[in-house]
């Protein structure tokens, strides 16, 4: 009875902050997300890199070594996600971003800090990090057919990871202030990003159930599989492995919709958004199995 309290306890406060945007976004249809978008990309995201890197104990060696792990999985996500987007006749470049970027930020984050405390949230802004890298190089590729390194060179959190990783590299201590602000930042942060995927959610129509559902269902099958037999092959043990295991599991990242929109055709966008919603969706039931799962053998 004590873990399903303990699986309570993680779950609720997420999906029901979630519940709260999807409430506001049905409510007011105009609701404007722009500070929240603003305030995340070019504020927030970045304390909260800075923050759950440099002051929940984890080691450069960690960091490197998950960075690496997620590197590992996303491979394993995109041959999943090239086959079956062949097999539906489906645009296998510009429709790969949400069946390989999960939600590891707006809604991984969260989960892991609330399963596993301060020093999951490390672990899983490790992992974190690697989703928000490849959103700005493989994802704007995939969905552009071409890169610009001007994209890469404007992205804030992608400096966040740089000075998270000096301050792990020298093991300097994290003044007071920067501590502190950077703590205010990050819990503000998780709170907004979790609304505005409401928000988003409320607004996303899925323009065809069977395809988009057969790959939303990829999404959040597949992931937790690839990221259990990785966890399996390498030994790994630990709430370490419970929040790799968890990040594997998260549905469609909703930056993939935002970078489609930017460089994408709409017939492309609007099928983006369809696998977002249905992952999404079908996350309310897989999630709460993953993270079961986690708590009872990964401590």
């Given at each position: 009875m004590e873990l399903y309290i303990k699986l309570f306890d993680v779950l609720f406060p997420v999906f029901f902050v979630i519940g709260v945007g999807y409430y506001l976004g049905v409510k007011d249809p105009k609701f404007d997300t722009k500070f929240i978008t603003n305030f995340?990309?070019?504020?927030g995201t970045p304390a909260m890199i800075f923050y759950?890197?440099?002051?929940?104990?984890?080691?450069?060696?960690?960091?490197?070594?998950?960075?690496?792990?997620?590197?590992?999985?996303?491979?394993?996500?995109?041959?999943?996600?090239?086959?079956?987007?062949?097999?539906?006749?489906?645009?296998?470049?510009?429709?790969?971003?949400?069946?390989?970027?999960?939600?590891?930020?707006?809604?991984?984050?969260?989960?892991c800090l609330f399963a596993y405390g301060a020093s999951g949230l490390g672990v899983a802004s490790a992992i974190a990090s690697v989703i928000i890298l490849l959103h700005f190089t493989v994802g704007v590729l995939l969905a552009k057919k071409s890169f610009s390194l001007n994209i890469l060179i404007k992205n804030v959190p992608i400096y966040g990871i740089i000075v998270s990783v000096i301050f792990l590299y020298f093991e300097w201590d994290v003044p007071g202030f920067l501590e502190n602000t950077t703590f205010l930042l990050t819990y503000t942060t998780i709170f907004?990003?979790?609304?505005?995927?409401?928000?988003?959610l409320s607004r996303f129509q899925v323009v065809s159930w069977t395809k988009a559902s057969i790959l939303g269902a990829v999404r959040v099958i597949a992931g937790p599989l690839i990221g259990f037999a990785l966890i399996r092959f390498l030994g790994l043990e630990?709430?370490?492995?419970?929040?790799?295991?968890?990040?594997?599991?998260?549905?469609?990242?909703?930056?993939?919709?935002?970078?489609?929109?930017?460089?994408?055709?709409?017939?492309?966008?609007?099928?983006?958004?369809?696998?977002?919603?249905?992952?999404?969706?079908?996350?309310?039931?897989?999630?709460?199995?993953?993270?079961?799962?986690?708590?009872?053998?990964?401590?």
């Open positions: 995340a990309g070019n504020i759950t890197i440099t002051t929940t104990g984890v080691t450069l060696a960690v960091f490197v070594e998950y960075f690496i792990y997620a590197l590992i999985v996303i491979g394993g996500f995109s041959l999943i996600g090239l086959f079956f987007l062949f097999i539906l006749k489906k645009d296998i470049v510009s429709e790969l971003p949400p069946l390989i970027l999960p939600n590891t930020g707006n809604m991984g984050v969260p989960i907004l990003v979790l609304m505005s995927l409401g928000i988003a630990g709430f370490s492995a419970g929040v790799l295991l968890i990040q594997c599991s998260m549905p469609s990242a909703v930056l993939t919709y935002l970078v489609g929109s930017m460089y994408s055709e709409r017939k492309v966008v609007d099928s983006v958004a369809s696998v977002i919603v249905t992952s999404t969706l079908m996350s309310l039931v897989t999630v709460p199995i993953v993270v079961f799962y986690c708590l009872k053998y990964f401590q």
